[in-house]
């Protein structure tokens, strides 16, 4: 999971000293770099290490938003300016062996469909071999990214980490894995880059709220370019575009609503039922490994007033019934 | 693009007698089947024959939608019930060597960024050997699928062909490909089944309004199932899951907004915008080439309050500009 040619200039540890929890452009970089520098930052897990890895659902309600999220840095690169795109280059992820999927009791209000779920969940997943290991022998490949990369936005003051904005942040784009590249708009001097939030795998929606979210190492190369504007992120990336990494035979659910978010719950619910009665899960497990390995697509937006939003589950996931 | 071991049962030509442009379960069948039998429908394009091969963009205003969609059906399978899932085995696509993708005035509000577009556009695709021709030796893979698919609602009456509803109908799901199996909800005696609206090749979205419309001929083989139940289409598919039918390099776009239409709308605006800076395509042209190759993914609806959904542009769609 990473690419060859290149040499760390700079690493980070996720001491309490290099790590943050609110946007803030007023705070003070950890590090200066020079375009072209590479950075490897220690970065924490989402709710910093209040679910080790012997947690278990019951931990999950005491868990505080207080740390959420702890993000390393931020990093100054030199010469970034107002109105400039900072390019990241992610070169490389490593994991530290396990990580965990939760959700939230309902009535925080969080996930796709917390009126479904009133109780907590949690699995802690064992990494190892590339594959994240599962309940009845399903196994999820990885392919970890960063759920928050961002540079600080520039409106003053603390901004909360978990919506996403327009400088990037939790945007929980699965496809920022290693190798792609991400451009981001620049709203103040040195950018003031910052990362963490790490996920070793999801599908595409996270809709319960969390991948498989694992302490790791990221590391990348900054560039600037001062030749382009964005007013969002952009990025170019190799994948890959199926939670197993290839084309296969995958089981799919649709939502058919005149709202995309509902078109959206209901494909979920559906594929919900479907992994209940087809394949023997919980309900709460099936939630699990719907935000860890399901797929969520826009089928179409233009067919007023419905519009159709599907969920596409690879059948590989599953263990081999002859073998 | 077909499935081999089959024999078709019944052929089902385009004539007058076997269209219909409305749902409406007082519709006589054209056809009674069996469980088991194998249907070859052919259908007539989206816009039935306004737009033909020589067609050109100031012919897309001139369009009537009376007619839209020409619906090859509906079809018998005797002994399926309200309540029951109607099986749909798709087994092959043929379409006829040529197709469109258009878009309209903007006047008329149809397609995702019809405020942007005031003028109609056309591109008529050349296919052959398994791609379709488009501008700037761009060169797009063919998936065909049916777009229109479904069975007649429970509800009496005419019922408009444009909007997809629970028993299916225009989806647009473009990995309803040869070799896929969808599933329906029955809400009529008989299911009366009826499919049109081909495309060779769409984006995730649709985003234009139209994919590459194409009159073409399917093959499916209906079974019934009396022991399941379904509120929604659901289905099993082999993919591909990229526009190329392959994991390579792409350029994505996100949007990041409070609403998932909002976030798609950035999102595609963003990649048009791409396309004509980094491509060369006129505005127009980008529009169209979304629509037709461009898939759109939801990447978190979870981070409250902002949703990010990216389009999704695969590199390869162009010329090597080394060769």
Same mark, same amino acid.
């Given at each position: 999971?990473?690419?060859?040619?290149?040499?760390?200039?700079?690493?980070?540890?996720?001491? !309490?000293?290099?790590?943050?929890?609110?946007?803030? +452009?007023?705070?003070?970089?950890?590090?200066?770099?020079?375009?072209?520098? =590479?950075?490897?930052?220690?970065?924490r897990d989402a709710v910093d290490g209040q679910l080790p890895v012997d947690a278990s659902a019951a931990d999950v309600p005491e868990v505080s938003f207080?740390p959420v999220?702890?993000?390393?840095?931020?990093?100054?690169?030199?010469?970034?300016?107002?109105?400039?795109?900072?390019?990241?280059?992610?070169?490389?992820?490593?994991?530290k062996g396990w990580g965990y999927t939760a959700f939230m009791p309902?009535?925080?209000?969080?996930?796709?469909?917390?009126?479904?779920?009133?109780e907590a969940g949690l699995h802690v997943w064992d990494l190892?071999?590339?594959?994240g290991r599962f309940?009845?022998?399903?196994?999820?490949?990885? !392919?970890?990214?960063?759920?928050?990369?961002? =540079?600080?936005?520039?409106?003053?003051?603390?901004?909360?980490?978990?919506?996403?904005?327009?400088?990037?942040?939790?945007?929980?784009?699965?496809?920022?894995?290693?190798?792609?590249?991400?451009?981001?708009?620049?709203?103040?001097?040195?950018?003031?880059?910052? =990362?963490?939030?790490?996920?070793?795998?999801?599908?595409?929606?996270?809709?319960c709220v969390t991948?498989i979210e694992a302490p790791?190492?990221?590391?990348? /190369?900054?560039?600037?370019?001062?030749?382009?504007?964005?007013?969002?992120?952009?990025?170019?990336?190799?994948?890959?575009?199926?939670?197993?990494?290839?084309?296969?035979?995958?089981?799919?659910?649709?939502?058919?609503?005149?709202?995309?978010?509902?078109?959206?719950?209901?494909?979920? /619910?559906?594929?919900?039922?479907?992994?209940?009665?087809?394949?023997?899960?919980?309900?709460g497990?099936?939630?699990i490994?719907?935000?860890?390995?399901?797929?969520?697509?826009? +089928?179409? =937006?233009?067919?007023?007033?419905?519009?159709?939003?599907?969920?596409?589950?690879?059948?590989?996931?599953?263990?081999?019934?002859?073998?």
């Amino acid at each position: 999971m990473s690419r060859s040619g290149y040499t760390v200039d700079h690493r980070l540890s996720d001491v !309490d000293a290099n790590v943050h929890h609110a946007w803030d +452009n007023d705070l003070e970089p950890i590090l200066t770099v020079e375009p072209g520098d =590479v950075v490897r930052f220690e970065c924490r897990d989402a709710v910093d290490g209040q679910l080790p890895v012997d947690a278990s659902a019951a931990d999950v309600p005491e868990v505080s938003f207080d740390p959420v999220h702890p993000l390393t840095g931020p990093v100054a690169v030199e010469g970034a300016e107002p109105g400039d795109v900072l390019e990241i280059e992610l070169l490389a992820f490593q994991h530290k062996g396990w990580g965990y999927t939760a959700f939230m009791p309902g009535e925080m209000g969080l996930g796709l469909l917390p009126e479904e779920f009133p109780e907590a969940g949690l699995h802690v997943w064992d990494l190892e071999d590339d594959v994240g290991r599962f309940v009845n022998g399903i196994e999820v490949p990885l !392919d970890p990214f960063p759920g928050v990369i961002g =540079v600080a936005p520039g409106e003053p003051g603390e901004h909360d980490t978990l919506p996403p904005r327009s400088v990037g942040g939790n945007v929980d784009i699965k496809h920022l894995t290693a190798g792609s590249t991400l451009y981001l708009p620049v709203e103040v001097d040195d950018a003031l880059f910052s =990362v963490g939030d790490c996920h070793a795998a999801q599908g595409d929606g996270e809709v319960c709220v969390t991948g498989i979210e694992a302490p790791m190492f990221v590391t990348c /190369r900054f560039d600037i370019h001062d030749d382009r504007e964005l007013d969002a992120p952009q990025f170019e990336t190799d994948g890959p575009f199926t939670p197993t990494g290839h084309d296969e035979r995958m089981y799919a659910t649709s939502g058919v609503e005149d709202d995309l978010m509902a078109a959206t719950k209901s494909a979920v /619910r559906s594929m919900i039922d479907h992994l209940s009665a087809e394949r023997g899960l919980t309900r709460g497990e099936a939630y699990i490994l719907c935000s860890a390995a399901v797929d969520l697509k826009i +089928n179409e =937006v233009v067919d007023a007033p419905n519009w159709v939003v599907s969920a596409y589950l690879p059948e590989s996931l599953f263990p081999d019934p002859e073998e």
